[in-house]
């Protein structure tokens, strides 16, 4: 044996040591104690990361070898990107000392405090934190279901849905409709459907200029909404028509064979359709009784533990954050927040009253973009948003901050990128 080797092994004997001392044993008589992390999304990726870093000993669940990011996905849509630049693996995670489990998570039990996998094997914890994402409700709009969202992709969960939609757009002849149904409050990234119709109408622009593009809102209002609908008016004049809720812009049913949205007030057929349908929690929150009636997950704001179930931390956009809109910059910061209170919370101390930072940039066009920022602190049980701490930005702003906006935006998909998977 190499000297370096028993170096490196004494280091790692010492460094087990201090890990030992920090976290007491389980009575168990199990060595330190185990956090099992399901779903290496944005959120859970960045808790698993974040608890290993203090020493914890971690299991990360994952279903999917590759995962398939949606910032940024609807810059594919638009052709101004391909879907590979989405698409990372857990390798470098792994190499970090992680244990990744790669296949689903069936089941919880949360007296035994146990996982179920898909294959039957069992996993223990001494805290689990659930960062699933979101599933699409089948059940929540008429039509919609497995076969309607071949023939009117969704595209929510970025992957196959995203090319399908793009494959659709390139074949779409000039002077075609798209039309696209946006949900009602709560749903992953406010401001996403808005900014994908933008890059739509820059696709349109600049391949298809006689197209038009119709969105049917179950909102009276959406996020960033002065600066898209200044910039719709700037870029995109004419091509963009938005019918609110008042307007008779919910849709209340689909009819997938003649892509046509039916609203109270009439019936819309697109020539491509994309539904962006009502959501909730994935489906392993809804079996692990971590989410409630309306089908998202509510939380403790200091530690991210589950309302619920005991010993069950529930982050990412399945969890019920009060302010905080349903982002991987929020997923990313949650995963930070909750792993600090976890690892507080195995040492038998008490979690600090955290800060958590959110911005979304959207791309209204390659080199036109905006943000919106906010800062969360828990009041009345819920995480709030500070007054006068964020805002969006300005609305008369020159083409250059708009230009540099755009930069910041990929800056910030890199760099968060590069911290969770690199
Ligand atoms: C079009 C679009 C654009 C967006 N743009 C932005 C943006 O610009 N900025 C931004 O901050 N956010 C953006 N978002 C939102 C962002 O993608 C989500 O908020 C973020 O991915 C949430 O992270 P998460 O960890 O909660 O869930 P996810 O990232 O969805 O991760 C969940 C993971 O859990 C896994 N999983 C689920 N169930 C199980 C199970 N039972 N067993 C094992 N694994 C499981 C899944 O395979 C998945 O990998 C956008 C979203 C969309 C749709």
Redesign the pocket.
């Known amino acids: 044996m190499s000297q370096a080797l028993t170096r490196r092994t004494l280091l790692k004997a010492a460094a087990m040591g201090a890990a030992a001392a920090a976290f007491p044993r389980r009575a168990t008589g199990q060595a330190s104690p185990k956090v099992v992390v399901?779903?290496?999304?944005?959120?859970?990726t960045t808790c698993a990361r974040e608890l290993k870093r203090k020493g914890l000993a971690v299991t990360l669940?994952?279903?999917?070898a590759i995962?398939t990011?949606?910032?940024f996905?609807?810059a594919v849509l638009a052709g101004l990107r391909p879907v590979e630049t989405q698409q990372f693996k857990l390798d470098a995670v792994e190499k970090g000392g992680i244990d990744i489990v790669r296949q689903?998570?069936a089941r919880i039990d949360p007296q035994a405090r146990r996982v179920v996998l898909e294959d039957g094997s069992l996993l223990d914890y001494d805290r689990l934190v659930l960062?699933?994402?979101?599933d699409i409700r089948l059940d929540a709009l008429s039509g919609y279901d497995e076969a309607a969202a071949a023939a009117m992709p969704h595209a929510?969960k970025?992957g196959e849905q995203t090319t399908l939609l793009r494959r659709q757009l390139e074949a779409m002849d000039d002077g075609g409709t798209f039309v696209l149904a946006a949900p009602a409050n709560p749903f992953?990234?406010p401001p996403?459907p808005y900014e994908?119709a933008s890059l739509i109408a820059h696709y349109f622009k600049t391949h298809k200029p006689r197209s038009k593009l119709l969105i049917l809102d179950a909102k009276d209002s959406f996020s960033k909404q002065r600066l898209f609908q200044a910039a719709w008016q700037d870029l995109y004049p004419n091509m963009i028509e938005w019918v609110s809720l008042s307007s008779g812009g919910k849709v209340i049913e689909v009819d997938a064979k003649t892509r046509t949205l039916v609203t109270d007030f009439g019936r819309h057929k697109g020539d491509v359709v994309n539904v962006i349908p009502p959501q909730r929690a994935?489906?392993?929150a809804q079996v692990a009784g971590v989410a409630d009636r309306s089908g998202w997950c509510p939380i403790d704001p200091v530690t991210f533990e589950s309302r619920l179930q005991p010993n069950i931390h529930v982050i990412?956009?399945?969890s019920i954050a009060g302010g905080m809109p349903?982002?991987?910059?929020s997923?990313n910061a949650q995963g930070k927040v909750c792993a600090a209170a976890i690892s507080s919370l195995l040492r038998g101390e008490a979690p600090t009253e955290p800060k958590l930072i959110n911005t979304?940039?959207s791309l209204v066009a390659p080199d036109y973009g905006i943000s919106v920022a906010g800062v969360y602190s828990p009041r009345n049980g819920m995480l709030t948003e500070v007054e006068g701490a964020g805002g969006t930005s300005p609305v008369n702003a020159p083409p250059a901050f708009r230009a540099q906006e755009a930069v910041y935006a990929e800056t910030w998909f890199q760099t968060i990128t590069s911290e969770v998977y690199g």
């Open positions: 399901v779903g290496g999304g944005f959120g859970g669940v994952e279903a999917n995962y990011a949606c910032p996905s609807n689903r998570a960062s699933p994402g979101i929510w970025a992953r990234c996403g994908r994935s489906q392993i990412g956009d399945a349903k982002s991987a910059f997923a979304c940039y």
